[in-house]
């Protein structure tokens, strides 16, 4: 008998499901291997670029510490003993949170995105070259004080030592990402031109009403093309471009004040004491409101807001009608939904305070630019709504080779030529002409290439001229903006800051020029007050609601209104101040300001709240809070009343009108009827103009509530007809739009009426302005987030808007909110859209948000005990050995 060796023996053979096993194992350990290196690359790529926010760093440039606390928010207070220190902390602070925001920010105002992202960009960059943003902006670097330039220096400074150490991705994560498309990329230097030129971006951000214009003209082209005669144009304007309802809704200042000018000893003494003080009152005489049961009247008449578009609210209250005695001061800032947020919460403190350091400052700033935009410091607070003054003007010019005519006489257009670099491609070289009112933007976007195709009928429904014969040659569009010309406002924000009483205010007001701004403003002693700043134009024979022909100089600007004579009010017998891009002034005021007004339904709607709660018991900052988080919509109003004796077809819709029977009009997240109202809303604002043969324009819901509320009052109107859809009269318009919201929200959210909501709807989702929308998921993954359900809507004080006939998602938002409390500023709150950093998956990169959509305000700490107290995290920066 043979026994086999252990050696020898036969191994037994594995069955082919353990075989397919082991292979499955080894399969999804490798894959598990990779995934996990893969997530730990991933990690270490994104946290690589995190800041330091706690410890030391030392610095080469700072003259001595400087100390950054950081609350639990991740918001910065800065603390140094030199505006060079200070400034220069700044930049390095802001380095470390948005640097690659900044590098972006500029690449956009000085034409330059082509750069970073390649041949798609170069019609962009074509335009902007055009603007010629980059340029003004250090045009207006070359003509600060020394002061001035020097605190823009120290900040550039302090963003270029932080670049001095970090590079590609530690940086940001979305240069990682862009070494795949554009390896080898490096920023450059930061310089005080960089953070100029970002005003320019807000300017046009905040432009005014250079759309409409547009939009008026091409319509007249389209309305005369139909067969309307100049008569029918000029009549279908006035009807959808109708003009600002002044009966029903408030006006900024109803009375100008009568306060000392600037510079004048008379301007000294009559801001100091408290609004109570007999002396301040002489000295600045001032007729509120006409009486308060009107404001209430027109509020209850019109209650709302104005379009979906960019606009903002503040207001501020005095003492005399708030529980502390002291004023409340509240501003938000609707702005197109960005992320990062466009702002950056921070303070500015001198560690001693006096004339070679004069900050102490806290509030909200731009990325990229030193010193705070809106804010308070220890003696008054301030903030900002759009002006929507008319700013921007387009000239239709007639243009002969390389000349113009001007006055029956040619002249030479200017030009200049500019090279725009192409990442992976070649150069492109752009020339750029210009005419005595600016750039020719023809051929560059098709709105204004269309108005140059064709340009009479647009000149003929708004201005009459007097020029003469026409000139021969070929039509060119240029654009005549304020912003254009070097300005002061890069200046104004740091005087501002140190403001100490209203003639101090009204000074940094003269020099905030561009963009116009609503200033609003209250200080400790118990005053407020607004001015109206900015460089608005005197025109000559039009008015800018329609192209004018460059060719006829009556048509120019011939100057700038006067900065005493802007409207102002100190102390108003009122007892606040409603600003919410509605009408400064009615239009008995000496000089013309505009035709596109905000319509103030948002001013209305904020002025009967402030009444009928003042009325009942004092106010409180829960009340600003709570006013701000208003989602009453007006229209919605109006339609439920309309509706209630519409027949419509089907137990679906019949049940979804039924819900607007005891809806309160509160366009809230978890409100079906909400949802109904808003859905309603677009499809009958569809039926009514776009849905036809000739679509009429359907943007600015707030010019739009205007029109289809005297609409509702006229069923006679031949607008309730329409062919195309197959309906004759208000009642079958009415019936067809509300079946059509049925289906289009059943198809949505399901058959259950009570089950839907508005606030998935009109969601947010933010949206990287860079590769968030780059069309490749997992680089969108990395930097978009949401969706979040919001409340609010176009045209409502929450001002959450969305496009109609697009989408119901929020497009523009109160990109902040603040309640400054002049009584204890420990007692100001704040918050904003996104978070302080601008570094995916950072803690605090949308760490606001869902307090943002819910309508919560952080605590906004500001003394040295109370920030010493909210710190988290404390960095020291040091002078370099």
Not at 483 to 509: E, N, Q, V
Not at 512 to 530: K, R, S
Not at 782 to 803: D, E, H, I, M, Q
């Amino acid at each position: 008998m043979t026994t086999d060796s252990p050696a020898s023996a036969a191994s037994p053979r594995p069955s082919l499901a353990v075989r397919i096993g082991r292979i499955a194992f080894l399969v999804v350990a490798a894959l598990i291997v990779v995934a996990v290196a893969a997530a730990l690359f991933l990690t270490w790529t994104v946290q690589r670029s995190f800041p330091q926010t706690d410890g030391s760093l030392q610095l080469d440039g700072l003259e001595a510490d400087a100390t950054v606390q950081r609350d639990a928010s991740g918001i910065p207070t800065i603390t140094a003993d030199s505006t060079h220190d200070l400034f220069y902390a700044q930049g390095f602070v802001h380095a470390q949170d948005r640097f690659f925001e900044m590098d972006f920010r500029r690449h956009v105002t000085s034409g330059r995105v082509a750069e970073l992202f390649g041949e798609s960009q170069v019609a962009t960059d074509s335009f902007l070259r055009t603007l010629g943003w980059r340029k003004v902006a250090e045009a207006e670097v070359e003509a600060m004080d020394d002061t001035t330039r020097g605190y823009y220096e120290a900040y550039a400074d302090g963003v270029n030592a932080y670049l001095a150490s970090h590079s590609g991705a530690d940086v940001s994560l979305e240069y990682a990402v862009l070494g795949l498309q554009n390896p080898g990329y490096e920023p450059e230097p930061w310089t005080p031109a960089d953070s100029v030129a970002w005003l320019k971006a807000m300017a046009w951000d905040l432009r005014g009403n250079v759309e409409d214009e547009t939009e008026r003209a091409l319509l007249a082209g389209e309305l005369a093309g139909g067969g309307a005669d100049a008569a029918e144009v000029q009549k279908t304007l006035a009807q959808l471009y109708p003009a600002y309802p002044f009966d029903n809704n408030p006006v900024i200042v109803p009375k100008i004040s009568t306060v000392p000018a600037l510079g004048t000893d008379a301007a000294a003494a009559a801001y100091k004491g408290g609004a109570d003080d007999a002396d301040v009152q002489h000295a600045s005489t001032t007729i509120g409101w006409q009486t308060a049961s009107d404001v209430i009247e027109a509020a209850s008449l019109l209650v709302g807001d104005v379009g979906e578009g960019i606009g903002s609210n503040s207001w501020v209250v005095s003492g005399s009608l708030t529980e502390s005695g002291k004023p409340l001061l509240s501003n938000d800032p609707h702005l197109g939904a960005s992320l990062p947020s466009v702002w950056y919460q921070v303070q500015l403190k001198c560690s001693k305070v006096s004339d070679n350091c004069p900050f102490d400052v806290g509030g909200f700033s731009f990325s990229g630019l030193p010193g705070i935009v809106i804010g308070h410091n220890t003696h008054v607070a301030w903030g900002f709504t759009n002006l929507t003054t008319d700013v921007t003007d387009l000239y239709i010019e007639k243009v002969d080779g390389d000349q113009y005519w001007r006055d029956g006489a040619l002249v030479p257009l200017e030009e200049s030529t500019e090279t725009i670099k192409v990442a992976g491609g070649d150069d492109v070289t752009l020339t750029v002409r210009s005419t005595v009112h600016g750039p020719i933007i023809s051929g560059l976007t098709d709105d204004f290439t269309k108005i140059a195709d064709d340009p009479d009928p647009g000149l003929a429904a708004g201005a009459t001229t007097a020029a003469g014969p026409e000139p021969t040659g070929e039509y060119a569009v240029s654009l005549r903006w304020t912003a254009l010309d070097p300005g002061t406002a890069s200046t104004a924000i740091f005087a501002l800051s140190t403001a100490k009483d209203f003639a101090d205010f009204r000074h940094a007001a003269s020099l905030f020029d561009v963009p116009a701004q609503n200033l609003i403003y209250a200080d400790t002693e118990g005053n407020i007050g607004y001015q109206t700043p900015g460089r608005l134009p005197i025109r000559g024979a039009g008015d800018g609601w329609m192209p004018q022909p460059g060719w006829d100089s009556a048509y120019d600007w011939t100057g700038y209104i006067p900065f005493e004579d802007l409207p102002v009010s100190y102390n108003p017998t009122s007892g606040y101040i409603v600003t919410a891009n509605n009408a400064i002034v009615t239009d008995d005021y000496a000089y013309f300001l505009s035709k596109d007004w905000d319509y103030g339904y948002r001013a209305a709607r904020i002025a009967h709240l402030l009444e009928s709660r003042s009325s009942t018991a004092p106010l409180t900052a829960d009340d600003m809070r709570e006013i701000q988080m208003d989602d009453e919509m007006w229209i919605g109003k109006r339609l439920s009343a309309a509706m209630g004796d519409v027949t419509v077809k089907g137990a679906g819709p019949k049940e979804a009108v039924a819900l607007l029977r005891s809806w309160d009009a509160q366009n809230t997240s978890s409100s079906a009827a909400a949802a109904y109202a808003n859905v309603l809303w677009s499809n009958l604002v569809q039926n009514l103009f776009s849905r036809r043969e000739l679509p009429l324009p359907i943007d600015g819901q707030g010019r739009l509530f205007t029109v289809v509320d005297a609409l509702l009052d006229d069923p006679s109107d031949p607008l309730w007809t329409n062919d195309q859809i197959g309906v004759s009269g208000e009642d079958e318009m009415l019936a067809l739009s509300a079946e059509q919201a049925y289906d289009e929200l059943s198809a949505v959210q399901g058959t259950s009426v009570a089950l839907w909501n508005w606030g998935d709807l009109h969601a947010i989702t933010l949206t990287s302005s860079t590769f968030g929308s780059s069309g490749i998921a997992p680089i969108e993954w990395l930097f978009n987030r949401g969706p979040y359900p919001v409340n609010g809507g176009a045209s409502v004080v929450n001002a959450t808007g969305w496009k109609l006939g697009e989408s119901y998602a929020t497009t523009t938002v109160p990109s902040m909110r603040m309640v400054v409390d002049l009584s204890d500023f420990d007692a100001s709150t704040w918050i904003h859209l996104a978070g302080a950093s601008g570094h995916a998956f950072d803690a605090h990169y949308t760490d606001q948000t869902s307090d943002w959509a819910t309508g919560v305000q952080r605590p906004w700490a500001f003394s040295t005990k109370a920030v010493r107290s909210a710190a988290e995290q404390t960095l020291v920066l040091k002078p370099g050995k």
